[in-house]
């Protein structure tokens, strides 16, 4: 009796020890299948025959040199590195702005950054929607300029071929920098009041104190931003549909609008497949050396 009672007691104690790894096995199982076990399957299909339907036959690199022969996947590939050059840069500089801005204590400060994070808030698609709508010559700003009586005001942006692809830059800026902004300002908040006193009482101007102390202070901070926006300029699709379709013709492509047009639309799935594994070794390139600094610094900090 004393045995079994002894054998309960153990059997309760080890569930109730693994009883978080028991809740979290399934969802843990779940995504390991539909995550990684997609990612596999998707590796395959970019080394196989696949056209409208997944074939297994075996063809080597011919998907990705078919991919590499597409004019529309260069202008894609342009396009990203225009898309994420500008979006990145813009939008720390005006993430950065609002921080200090915000930083100065000014009055109404937490109505300020309820506005400027708003726009993180929503789905890209429903900033691409509103953008299209502002953008659009016969229904927003170059309208509403003409009805005002500037006849002469143009901003056909949204129809121009050349000019397409920096909607989407202005659509992605207007959603990311308030993000950018409460990073920075986080870190703002975090640097040691003392040192900026000490500067103050060096005589140090406060543009001289921002730029020689607190920025520098702040770069693990810039690095994770950079991250952070890198990754979602290459992954970039569904502000890019509601905008401009990709369009006009696909001047305003990037590369997950191009998967998915290959993939689902063209009937071309090898190709698909293998511009979707480009797109992952691209977000690799970015995600593991981040990582590995951040855990080589957390060993050293250790």
Not at 44 to 69: C, H, I, N, T
Not at 131 to 137: D, H, S
């Amino acid at each position: 009796m004393g045995a079994s009672q002894s054998t309960e007691s153990n059997l309760t104690a080890s569930i109730q020890r693994h009883l978080s790894k028991i809740v979290v096995a399934p969802s843990f199982a779940a995504s390991l299948f539909f995550v990684y076990g997609f990612i596999l399957w998707t590796g395959y299909m970019a080394f196989s025959k696949s056209r409208m339907l997944p074939v297994w036959d075996w063809a080597g690199l011919r998907q990705y040199e078919r991919l590499w022969q597409m004019e529309r996947w260069h202008v894609a590939i342009e396009n990203l590195l225009i898309f994420g050059g500008l979006f990145i840069v813009t939008s720390l500089i005006i993430g950065c702005l609002l921080a200090v801005l915000l930083d100065q204590r000014i009055r109404a400060e937490g109505a300020l950054r309820t506005i400027f994070l708003y726009p993180m808030a929503l789905s890209f698609i429903v900033t691409g929607t509103v953008w299209k709508w502002l953008l659009n010559p016969g229904l927003g700003l170059e309208s509403m300029m003409h009805d005002l009586g500037w006849t002469s005001f143009k901003f056909d942006w949204l129809v121009n071929s050349d000019m397409a692809i920096y909607t989407v830059v202005i659509a992605a800026v207007w959603q990311a920098s308030g993000f950018v902004m409460a990073m920075f300002l986080a870190a703002l908040r975090g640097v040691d009041q003392d040192i900026i006193r000490a500067a103050y009482m060096d005589g140090a101007s406060l543009p001289r104190i921002y730029f020689g102390i607190i920025i520098p202070s702040i770069r693990p901070v810039f690095l994770s931003a950079i991250v952070v926006l890198a990754h979602l300029a290459v992954k970039s699709f569904d502000l890019v549909i509601a905008l401009t379709g990709g369009g006009p013709g696909y001047s305003s492509d990037l590369p997950a609008t191009f998967m998915y047009t290959m993939a689902f639309q063209r009937n071309q799935l090898g190709v698909g497949a293998a511009s979707a594994m480009m797109m992952l070794a691209t977000v690799m390139a970015i995600i593991v050396p981040y990582l590995y600094s951040e855990l080589r610094g957390g060993k050293k900090n250790g």
